[in-house]
T-cell receptor
Framework: KQEVTQIPAALSVPEGENLVLNCSFT??????LQWFRQDPGKGLTSLLL?????REQTSGRLNASLDKSSGRSTLYIAASQPGDSATYLC???????????????FGKGTLLTVNP | DTEVTQTPKHLVMGMTNKKSLKCEQH?????MYWYKQKAKKPPELMFV???????INESVPSRFSPECPNSSLLNLHLHALQPEDSALYLC???????????FGNGTRLTVT
């Protein structure tokens, strides 16, 4: 059974700092990995999706990497801003076919606070 | 603004009430999902519709009844809920099974 772990559970940084959020998974048979952010009481906003064949994806100040063989992904946020404060979740999609592709396994998230 | 629209944003209902949650997307996505999220927990999958057919039911109690009237709409009918069913209910869609998920902003449900 796939397990996804996110470390740290919470992180507080001063504005302007570069930071890294970690996501690890136990089964390397994944199709892709998706990073989301969630603001309090809101839905999830998709940030980046990395296919299993890719090493990294970039969008603005965000860079996500994937090392499938070691079961790890990182989300790098450059020059953090107070508006980046949110919970960040990673989710992996299994490689299996037959319907189980629909079932993402989520980590518990990292609560990020960026202080002005 | 999200491309997946959920109504209502908030809902308070008694245990004997019948209510429905609605979800709409106009991105042409063929898979639609219902998730339940409790505070400080990740979303839990409830149902998946693929091409308007129910593909996955994660052993959800029958007091939750999903419906997909067409490719753009997804409903969740609620009846005889329990206080422990209070949660944020999230709808999501994807183009196909392996495509990125797009979430709505959810319905905050309180069962009294």
């Amino acid at each position: 059974k796939q397990e996804v772990t996110q470390i740290p559970a919470a992180l507080s940084v001063p504005e302007g700092e570069n930071l890294v959020l970690n996501c690890s998974f136990t089964d390397s048979a994944i199709y892709n990995l998706q990073w989301f952010r969630q603001d309090p009481g809101k839905g999830l906003t998709s940030l980046l999706l990395i296919q299993s064949s890719q090493r990294e994806q970039t969008s603005g100040r965000l860079n996500a990497s994937l090392d499938k063989s070691s079961g790890r992904s990182t989300l790098y946020i450059a020059a953090s801003q107070p508006g980046d404060s949110a919970t960040y979740l990673c989710a992996v999609r299994p490689q299996n076919s037959g319907g189980s592709n629909y079932k993402l396994t989520f980590g518990k998230g990292t609560l990020l606070t960026v202080n002005p | 603004d999200t491309e997946v629209t959920q109504t209502p944003k908030h809902l308070v209902m008694g245990m004997t009430n019948k209510k429905s949650l609605k979800c709409e997307q106009h991105m042409g996505h063929r898979a639609m999902y219902w998730y339940k999220q409790k505070a400080k927990k990740p979303p839990e999958l409830m149902f998946v519709y693929s091409y308007e057919k129910l593909s996955i039911n994660e052993s959800v109690p029958s007091r939750f009844s999903p419906e997909c009237p067409n490719s753009s709409l997804l409903n969740l009918h609620l009846h005889a809920l329990q206080p422990e069913d209070s949660a944020l209910y999230l709808c999501a869609s994807s183009q196909v099974s392996v495509s990125p998920l797009h979430f709505g902003n959810g319905t905050r449900l309180t069962v009294t």
